[in-house]
């Protein structure tokens, strides 16, 4: 391979911002909700990295035959791997893309096949675009991509923040996770945050029903990782939803205190004292199976019984009805004592409206 914009290299990233921004010289796209990549093609040879510069491209076969017969013989494309699933983005459906079995990969390429949403140019042919500002990569990137067809696709964008900001509202129903505001006299910077994203925010009280130890915890000083985190189904189960897990140091020897009272007694029961056993995991929502991120890491977890409730923060569910759960880590806001653990239920949830994917990517 040998292109002008070579691997590794760490794509643009965003700051956070409340509220979508207003002025002049901005461009706004979607934000897509899937896994960033970095796509370098020079003639049959493809490489997809990832946002970290780690190797993806074994696990998206689909997508690099689709970057053969969609894309310029030599380039270097920003985009988002996506998958989706009735009309929706399904990022359960692309996490389950990350297998150490090729058979597997193999198979759920057929099934489940993947999309590339491209927003950014790098290079074309013997050129880089990494200097040249937005208002060149972006017609640039149009033009080159002229006559691709899906699954390849090119990322919508306006100058108007009022369509922004309705995208931001509407597009939440495929999927989508917010949006992302570029200047256009800007050149493209690797690693460099000079694009503002604008992502949902919300709240649910939670029910804390166990805890992990953290990597740097000991027996002198044990430290709480990741708090395990549930919400009641109709039947009366009380689902895994995820975890909350950033604090301090400090925080984190607070909290084992904390909870040190809500420890089981010996032969105590728990909602979730299947999680062992393997047929389990596969059929329900069970914390401390293993996982294809973390392979041999040890996933066990210290149960509590289910009696304090706690708000945090979070962006999106994914899944449906009683199978939902928190899509990425959730934010500790604060204790609740004045709710009662069996109000915590999906109800609280605010249900959005949907909308067909296909008519973002028109």
Known sequence: MDLPVMPPLAPMLAK???????????????????????????????????????????????????????????????????????????????????????????????????????????????????????SVRRPALAEALASASAPVHVTRVTEDPAEAEEWFTTFEGAGLDGVIAKRLDTPYVPNGRTMVKVK??????????????????????PL?????????????????????????????????????????????????????????????????????????KDLSFVPLRPERVVEVAYEHMEGEGDQARFRHTARFQRWRPDREPKSCTYAQLEEVARYDLGDVLQ
């Not at 029910?207 to 000991?218: D, F, I, Q, W």
């Not at 032969?267 to 041999?296: I, Y």
């Open 16 to 134: 956070s911002a409340k509220q979508v921004p207003h002025g002049d010289g901005l461009l706004y796209e979607p934000k897509w909700d899937g896994f960033r990549a970095v796509i370098f093609r020079d003639g049959d040879e493809v490489e997809i990295a990832s946002r970290s510069t780690k190797p993806l491209t074994r696990y998206f076969p689909d997508v690099v035959a689709s970057i053969r017969a969609n894309t310029p013989a030599r380039c270097v494309l920003d985009g988002e791997i996506v998958i989706a699933l009735d009309g929706r983005l399904s990022f359960d459906a692309l996490s389950n893309r990350i297998h150490p079995a090729e058979s597997r990969v193999t198979m759920l390429s057929r099934e489940t096949p993947a999309s590339f949403v491209a927003f950014d140019l790098l290079a074309l042919g013997d050129r880089s675009f990494l200097d040249e500002p937005l």
């Open 224 to 296: 709480l990782g990741s708090m395990l985190l549930g919400i009641f189904a109709d039947d009366g189960r009380l689902q895994h939803v995820g975890v909350a897990a950033s604090f301090t140091e400090a925080r984190r020897a607070e909290l084992i205190d904390e909870l040190a009272p809500l420890r089981l007694a010996e032969g105590e029961s728990h909602p979730w004292n299947q999680w062992r056993d393997e047929a389990a995991q596969a059929s329900g929502r069970l914390p401390g199976g293993q996982s294809r991120w973390t392979g041999t």
């Open 200 to 221: 949902h925010a919300r709240t649910a009280d939670v029910v804390v029903a166990g805890y992990r130890l953290h990597k740097n915890s000991t027996a002198d000083r």
